[in-house]
């Protein structure tokens, strides 16, 4: 049974980082692609960040040179290292690993 667990959302102001966990089990590791999500209110879920089992990574142009997603391979967490917030990155987001969603974590951009 595959698991997906975010967590590391919180309260931030302008300009300030946060970093995100995508924790994962139960599947196989290889050929896969774990990617970043985001939803803010009343709004679509939009694609954020990916990064596959061997290493490549893409971004979403408003993120690019804010952002980083990385991977502990060792314990199978993926990580989205977010720099220089802006309100506008204000959503839940959330991580989508061999077709299964987690629960989301709650990002916040305010001063």
């Known amino acids: 049974q595959v698991q997906v667990v975010e967590s590391g959302g919180g309260l931030v102001q302008p300009g300030g980082s946060l970093r995100l966990s995508c924790a994962t089990s139960g599947s196989s590791f290889s050929d896969k692609a774990w990617m970043w999500y985001r939803q803010a209110p009343g709004k679509q879920r939009e694609w954020v960040a990916l990064?596959?089992?061997?290493?490549?990574?893409t971004y979403e142009e408003s993120v690019k040179g804010r952002f980083s997603v990385s991977r502990d391979k060792t314990n199978n967490i993926v990580y989205l290292q977010m720099n220089n917030l802006k309100p506008e990155d204000t959503a839940v987001y959330y991580c989508?690993?061999?077709?299964?969603w987690g629960q989301g974590t709650q990002v916040t951009v305010s001063s």
């Open positions: 990064i596959t089992s061997a290493g490549g990574t």
């Open positions: 989508l690993f061999d077709g299964h």
